[in-house]
């Protein structure tokens, strides 16, 4: 379950597993997913060097789906083509 609490004198967003047993079950479903993800990214910049922005947000926004909360993706312009820049949200 998410909750939303202050926690370490912030308002903050917090994933609380009430099933001990499943809880290690779901780390381990989301860390796979959001590295395969990073993954993808990575060959999304090269591949998709000379893509409209519009195709690379789009094509983002279909890779990362429900897993956006754990990724900061956004596509800038470098020049005269737009570039894939994302990083990984670790305190997420």
Request: contains cysteine.
């Amino acid at each position: 379950m998410k909750v939303r609490d202050r926690l370490w004198e912030a308002e903050r967003e917090v994933v609380v597993c009430t099933n001990t047993e499943k809880a290690p079950a779901d780390r381990v479903e989301r860390n796979e997913a959001v590295s395969r993800i990073g993954e993808a990214l990575r060959t999304l910049a090269t591949k998709g060097a000379e893509w409209s922005e519009a195709k690379l947000s789009a094509t983002i926004r279909e890779m990362v789906g429900d897993w956006g909360e754990f990724l900061k993706v956004r596509v800038t312009r470098g020049g005269t083509a737009p570039k894939v820049v994302w990083e990984y949200r670790d305190r997420r």
